[in-house]
């Protein structure tokens, strides 16, 4: 249990590193952000051409319709043959809505409690109001010592989301910094 946890964890600081842009890792801070960044990197590196975006999470109703849209899209993951089956079961299962038709407004993902429990306390600081940083000690750390510990195939996916990811981010980063 705690291998797989370990792996998960790995998992996602390989994808935010790979999706750097200049060695400087720039994330959005919001939680439903980062989930519509990573899933549409992800179903872009499969080849899927419904990206899920959305920006407006101060509605219940539309937190809802995201991450049942989101739900819907990343049945594609469980299919998929391009993906490495670890790393796509492991994206499937951080991303999905864990609850069975939860209670209005309550979604939550494993890919939250990881980042809450785990990610934002030890790897990012906060870089503005709406943005997170990854220390560069941290980068340098996952570069060299954790991405090679995947398979090559692990690695080639890895490095196709984040490059898929870096899109995502600046249109996120640059819609907020037009919000603050």
Same mark, same amino acid.
């Given at each position: 249990?705690?291998?797989?946890?370990?792996?998960?964890?790995?998992?996602?600081?390989?994808?935010?590193?790979?999706?750097?842009?200049?060695?400087?890792?720039?994330?959005?801070?919001?939680?439903?952000?980062?989930?519509?960044?990573?899933?549409?990197?992800?179903?872009?590196?499969?080849?899927?051409?419904?990206?899920?975006?959305?920006?407006?999470?101060?509605?219940?109703?539309?937190?809802?319709?995201?991450?049942?849209?989101?739900?819907?899209?990343?049945?594609?993951?469980?299919?998929?043959?391009?993906?490495?089956?670890?790393?796509?079961?492991?994206?499937?299962?951080?991303?999905?809505?864990?609850? #069975?038709?939860?209670? &209005?407004? *309550? @979604? %939550?993902?494993?890919? /939250?409690?990881? +980042?809450?429990?785990? =990610? #934002?306390?030890?790897? &990012?600081? *906060? @870089? %503005?109001?709406?943005? /997170?940083?990854? +220390?560069?000690?941290? =980068?340098?750390?996952?570069?060299?010592?954790?991405?090679?510990?995947?398979?090559?195939?692990?690695?080639?996916?890895?490095?196709?989301?984040?490059?898929?990811?870096?899109?995502?981010?600046?249109?996120?980063?640059?819609?907020?910094?037009?919000?603050?």
């Amino acid at each position: 249990m705690r291998e797989r946890y370990n792996f998960e964890i790995n998992l996602l600081k390989s994808i935010f590193v790979s999706s750097s842009e200049n060695g400087k890792v720039l994330i959005p801070k919001r939680r439903g952000y980062l989930l519509g960044t990573l899933a549409s990197g992800v179903l872009e590196h499969i080849g899927i051409l419904e990206i899920i975006r959305e920006r407006d999470f101060k509605s219940e109703k539309k937190i809802e319709i995201f991450h049942r849209n989101l739900d819907n899209r990343l049945q594609w993951l469980i299919r998929s043959d391009y993906l490495d089956q670890d790393i796509s079961e492991t994206l499937y299962e951080l991303m999905h809505s864990y609850q #069975e038709n939860p209670p &209005f407004g *309550s @979604y %939550n993902t494993s890919l /939250y409690n990881i +980042l809450e429990n785990e =990610i #934002e306390k030890r790897f &990012f600081q *906060s @870089y %503005n109001g709406e943005t /997170y940083s990854m +220390l560069q000690e941290f =980068i340098s750390q996952i570069k060299e010592d954790i991405i090679p510990t995947f398979s090559e195939e692990q690695q080639r996916d890895i490095l196709g989301i984040g490059n898929c990811m870096r899109k995502y981010i600046v249109e996120d980063l640059e819609y907020l910094s037009c919000k603050i």
